[in-house]
Structure formats: C-alpha cells, structure tokens
C-alpha cells in the first residue's frame, strides 16, 4: 500500500498542498520551520490515533485560515480522508470513498509507521509514552487494537469517576464497568504479547548489521491468566483511594534491552538509542509487510541526520529491500545523495520539486 497521490488543506502552514510522488521513496528537504514534519503529521491522521505529534485538532487547523483542515490520499483505487469542520475543531471526520466512517477503519485501508526526534527520549521517558510507541506497533498488526484500548479506557474512566465520587456506588453498575475492563483489557494484552513476541523473534533472526540489536520484553501487568475482573472488584477500596485503577493493561511497560552489551535501553548513549530504535521500526515493518501481506508506510523526520554515512548508506539500502513507501525529510539535500527519489523542496509552507 502507497499513497498515490497527497492533498493537504489548511493544515498547520499549508494552505494548499498536492504531491503525487512518482517514486517509493519521497524526500522532503528545506529549511527548519519550513513545514516539512507538518507533512509527515498530516499523513500520520490517514491512520487510527492523534498523529505524530499528539496534538489536539484545532492546533492543526490553519492559522488564518477558515479553522478547519483535510487531508485525503488516493491509497489503491480508494480515497481515504479526515479533517474537521469549522462548527466542530475538536471532532475528527473520517470518509471512506466519500462515505463517512470511524477511524478505527483507517487501518484496514493503510499502515502507517513513523520515527521522529521526539522519540529519541523514549526509553528514558515515562511509561505511558512507551505503551503509546508499542501500540501503534500492535496496531498495525491487529486492525481492532484500537477499538479495545479506547473501550477500556473509557470504561476505567468511568469506574474510577463512580469509586471517587460515590462510595456506596452501585456494585451492579460497578461489576458491569469492570467486566467490560477485563473483556477489552485482556484483548488489549492479548496483541501486545503477540506483537512482542513476533517482533521480538524477528529482531533475534537478524544478521549483525550496523545497526545495534533490541531484545523487547513486557513489563508490569501482563497475566493472560489473571481473572482481571476479580481483581478489580477486590481492590475497590484500594483504586478509590489512589482514584485510579493500580492494575490493568493500562500500568504495562515496554522494556527494551541492547543485546551487543546486555543493558537496559535507558542506560545506552543517545546514538545507542537511536539505532535501537531504527531496528525496531525496520523490523516491525517487514513483520508487517509478512504478515498483512502489504507494506507500510514510513515516516522518518531528519533520520539521515544523525547517521554516520556508513549506516546512512545502510539504512537506504535496507529501505530500498523492504520495497515500501518512504517519506523522508532534512534540512540538506546532501544528506540523501545517490538516493532515487521523488525530491520536493519545501519553504514556508509551500512544497515544489527540489532543483
């Protein structure tokens, strides 16, 4: 799966914005602040979640402009969009061929994979950003993930809003609440176990390459053979005074070790780090690619960067093998020398072949 063809409207510093890439890799350079990685975030909406960069919708609409935005991509013989209106900023539409649809339906239409600087903290950030990362890799693999995680965190929110407001809650209305935890918690669990595992497998076949090797493990509350339900209902007491739920999907942690030299992530240099985190990228799109028999789309922000010209070359090179659609961007064209490629120069705000 590719996108064909790229139409972006009033979104951040675009106001109007068309690529049709006639090549698998597309490579966007320009100046800082350009709008550059405005491009990828607006790609990162054609699948389930928030982007990118998390941001809230109204943030991506515009400035200047009517307050709403789309973006829409010609995947196949399929059109696929999303955007907002300006009566509703905060409310994201998606259409399918022009019919509307939950976003949940993205992801059987296109699998989306991105690395950006802001991930270079990852392994010494908190947790919660770490299940973020690890998700969208389940995601990927497991179309109704998304579905899941979102019922069961609405459902904590609601049991940890009835436990703090009321103790003499309804334990019927209570039991149905945890019930629903314990149905998606465990589906919730289920994938990301499966997608560890596989990706873990996957990261252990490799060659030694330029690239440092990962071994992936989960952390926290992860027993397939726990009666989650129970388990909630025992510590009600417990959760209504911390006013939160203290087990759960929801408190896992993905743990990532350097194999080369047996020590946690966290405690890597920074360029450690970053190549841990490429190979786990890279593997996870040929698993995907296997798997779903399609191949994803990447999305690297100022990856070339940070690489030496010798792991440059390779990770081009590994790209060009895994035969998907790749979306690139620096600030210096240099950086993607001898690359074949769809290259676009952008500047402020507005994108034209590079040269």
């Given at each position: 799966m590719s996108l064909r063809r790229l139409s972006i409207t009033d979104f951040r510093n675009?106001?109007?914005?068309?690529?049709?890439?006639?090549?698998?890799?597309?490579?966007?350079?320009?100046?800082?602040?350009?709008?550059?990685?405005?491009?990828?975030?607006?790609?990162?909406?054609?699948?389930?979640?928030?982007?990118?960069?998390?941001?809230?919708?109204?943030?991506?609409?515009?400035?200047?402009?009517?307050?709403?935005?789309?973006?829409?991509?010609?995947?196949?013989?399929?059109?696929?969009?999303?955007?907002?209106?300006?009566?509703?900023?905060?409310?994201?539409?998606?259409?399918?061929?022009?019919a509307n649809a939950a976003a949940s339906a993205l992801s059987e239409w296109l699998s989306i994979l991105w690395l950006t600087p802001s991930m270079d903290r990852l392994f010494v950030d908190s947790p919660g950003g770490r299940r973020r990362f690890l998700d969208r890799l389940v995601l990927a693999l497991h179309a109704g993930h998304a579905v899941h995680s979102a019922r069961y965190e609405a459902a904590m929110r609601a049991r940890t809003k009835l436990l703090t407001a009321d103790r003499s809650a309804d334990a019927t209305w209570l039991a149905a609440l945890e019930a629903q935890m314990a149905e998606h918690g465990t589906a919730v669990a289920a994938a990301r176990r499966d997608t560890v595992a596989a990706l873990g497998e996957a990261l252990l076949s490799q060659a030694d390459g330029p690239f440092a090797r990962p071994a992936l493990a989960l952390e926290g509350w992860n027993e397939p053979e726990e009666d989650l339900a129970r388990i909630l209902n025992e510590g009600r007491r417990r959760d209504a005074a911390a006013a939160r739920a203290l087990v759960g999907p929801h408190r896992t942690d993905l743990a990532v070790t350097h194999i080369a030299k047996g020590q946690?992530?966290?405690?890597?240099?920074?360029?450690?780090?970053?190549?841990?985190?490429?190979?786990?990228?890279?593997?996870?799109?040929?698993?995907?690619?296997?798997?779903?028999?399609r191949k994803p789309v990447l999305l690297l922000d100022e990856v070339a960067a940070h690489?030496?010209?010798?792991?440059?070359?390779?990770?081009?090179?590994?790209?060009?093998?895994?035969?998907?659609?790749?979306?690139?961007?620096?600030?210096?064209?240099?950086?993607?020398e001898g690359l074949d490629a769809c290259r676009l120069h952008v500047s402020a705000g507005h994108v034209v072949p590079a040269g």
């Open positions: 675009h106001a109007d914005a068309l690529i049709v890439p006639d090549h698998m890799f597309v490579v966007l350079t320009g100046e800082n602040g350009a709008g550059k990685t405005n491009i990828l975030e607006a790609i990162s909406l054609l699948a389930p979640g928030r982007g990118l960069r998390r941001a809230p919708l109204r943030d991506m609409a515009r400035q200047g402009g009517p307050g709403n935005f789309s973006v829409a991509a010609q995947v196949d013989d399929v059109t696929i969009g999303t955007g907002t209106t300006a009566d509703t900023p905060d409310r994201r539409l998606v259409r399918i061929n022009g946690a992530a966290a405690l890597c240099s920074t360029g450690e780090q970053k190549a841990l985190l490429l190979s786990i990228i890279l593997a996870h799109a040929e698993l995907v690619a296997r798997r779903m028999k690489l030496d010209p010798v792991r440059r070359q390779a990770l081009f090179e590994r790209l060009a093998a895994g035969g998907g659609q790749v979306w690139m961007t620096g600030t210096e064209p240099a950086l993607f």
